[in-house]
């Protein structure tokens, strides 16, 4: 898949594409870094060690983009980030989100590490507590002017226990028209379906996404 990064605060207008990270295998690395011994978890991931740029030294289990404030429908994306099993709840878990803006472009911001602009502004962070919890208040992405992919936030997982990071399914919304067949049946399942359905209570759309540690992620080590 590709995102498009909008250049410029303010203006208008310089389309880049560029690549969001390794879920559609297009970019890989070189042979001869892919040997054994340095075999990330969850294979390559291009971009997903932005999940570094900005990142605050402390972390919460709830997290408030700034995409909350910003025209959009208001969306809280919560869940519980399970281990392997899928019963065990996984503490000092970090999950790192991106999303489009209300326009569907990755519109950095003023502030931002210029190598994450790429990622937009709206991103953050949570850090599972001990029952694993986590909750992100922001506004439901809108899928890129082209349409030619469906709505989606990115999330990055990294654990406390494995040296990389990785990515897991995209979200989506099952409502989304632009989530086909097609596109259903592609999907890795990469730490459980990302497919939200969305309730709505409100001005507020609800979706509930939890996440399975290791769930077809590739190279994951077994515990
Ligand atoms: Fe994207």
């Known amino acids: 898949m590709k995102c498009i990064l909008k250049t410029g ?12 990270k390794g879920q559609s295998g297009n970019q890989q690395p070189a042979e001869a870094e892919k040997t054994a011994a340095n075999q990330p978890v969850g294979g390559y991931c ?6 570094y740029a900005g990142m605050p030294a402390t972390m919460a289990a709830l997290d408030t983009s700034v995409g909350w404030a910003e025209p959009g429908q208001k969306l809280l994306v919560r869940g519980t980030v399970y281990k392997r099993d899928g019963k065990t709840p996984a ?13 569907g472009y990755y519109s950095p911001g003023p502030g931002m590490p210029e190598k994450a602009k790429r990622h937009g502004h709206i991103r953050g962070w949570v850090k599972t507590g001990a029952d694993g919890r986590y909750a992100i ?3 439901r992405p809108a899928p890129y002017p082209n349409r ?7 999330p990055v997982i990294k654990e406390p226990d494995i040296e990389n990071e990785y990515y897991i399914d ?32 409100g001005d507020l759309q609800i979706a509930e ?3 399975i540690l290791g769930l077809n992620v590739p190279d994951y080590p077994q515990h």
């Open 170 to 201: 995209e979200w989506v919304f099952d409502d989304d028209p632009l989530l086909t067949t097609e596109i259903r049946r592609k999907m890795e399942n990469r730490g459980g379906n990302g497919i939200m359905k969305v309730r709505t209570s």
């Open 91 to 103: 503490p000092d878990v970090i999950l790192y989100y991106y999303h489009t803006d209300n326009n």
């Open 137 to 139: 208040y922001t506004i």
């Open 148 to 154: 030619q992919a469906q709505a989606h936030i990115h």
């Open 46 to 51: 291009e971009g997903c060690e932005l999940i």
């Open 9 to 20: 605060w303010f203006a208008v207008t310089i389309l880049v594409f560029t690549a969001c």
């Open 209 to 211: 996404r939890d996440i």
